[in-house]
């Protein structure tokens, strides 16, 4: 049986973001966006609108065109067809690096290599570079910004710490932070607890609950495969099969047993408990 797609949350604006009475202000508006590449359809007319305050995870299986959709949010592609506006800025008609400098994109497959500290890494975010631009200095007030943010995300008294002697889940939260310095009003997220176990997983969701609890109109768009790497603040959710749109809107409703069993093609039981959810798969005779 084929799942249509959740009714989407209210048109632009028309919402408030909770706990605020300001008007949820969109952040992303994707319209109608196909990508072909070599003759290979990525995405095939998916809808996405993201608002100030909402935290979206993009899902699938492997190939189902999340991280290619990312990439649009991100403005690193451009849609064959369709329209993607990010920032109130259409792609098409905007200079690219002066958007992409708006945004915080985290990719742990990113290139540093130096010895940097920690600190130095995380104020590169304000030269969008991977290495301390030559005569450039950050205000005492930059410096500040940058040891309250590695606080917030558990990696307070660890900003002397050199690079290369990071474990992969030290290195996802100082990348987060590094992407915060700029202040961006959209946060994205690409696979951020990949190669983690149990505990760096779980300290990085608890530091990203606490990130959006810290910043209210944060927007953020989360990609991964898994839910147990969804962090309890998700508030929406869309589904991706081959390019396609399975289901989206509101998380709770979304990531339900049948949505989530289409969308990869598998028998799941889905269950939530303290906010957070787990799949299993669904045996004959269980309900």
């Known amino acids: ?101 708006l945004l915080g994109h985290v990719n742990p497959r990113h290139p540093l290599r130096s010895a940097l500290s920690v600190h130095e890494v995380v104020l590169t975010g304000l030269t969008n570079s991977v290495e301390p631009v030559p005569r450039w200095s950050a205000a005492p007030e930059q410096r500040e910004r940058a040891e309250r943010l590695l606080e917030m995300l558990g990696m307070g008294g660890r900003g002397g710490a050199r690079w290369p002697t990071l474990s992969q889940g030290e290195r996802g939260r100082t990348l987060i932070a590094r992407a915060l310095m700029p202040q961006p009003r959209l946060l994205l997220l690409d696979e951020p607890a990949t190669g983690l176990d149990l505990a760096a997983r779980e300290q990085l969701l608890d530091s990203l609950d606490a990130l959006r609890e810290e910043h209210p109109d944060l927007a953020t768009v989360l990609v991964t495969h898994h839910l147990e790497e969804l962090p309890a603040s998700t508030t929406h959710a869309l589904l991706l099969r081959g390019g396609r749109c399975v289901a989206s809107g509101p998380a709770d409703e979304v990531l339900t047993t049948e949505r989530v069993g289409e969308c990869f093609g598998h028998p799941v039981l889905i269950s939530r408990t303290d906010g957070r959810w787990a799949a299993r798969t669904q045996r004959p005779g269980r309900c």
């Open 1 to 101: 049986m084929t799942v249509s797609p959740v009714t989407a949350v209210p048109a632009p604006g028309s919402g408030p973001v909770p706990g605020s009475s300001a008007p949820a202000v969109p952040v992303v508006v994707a319209d109608g966006v196909s990508i072909v590449r070599d003759g290979n359809v990525l995405l095939d007319s998916v809808s996405l609108t993201v608002r100030r305050g909402e935290h979206w995870a993009l899902l699938g299986a492997n190939g189902a065109g999340k991280s290619t959709l990312l990439g649009l949010l991100g403005a690193v592609v451009h849609p064959t067809l369709g329209s993607v506006e990010v920032l109130g800025r259409r792609l098409g008609r905007v200079d690219l690096r002066e958007l992409r400098s």
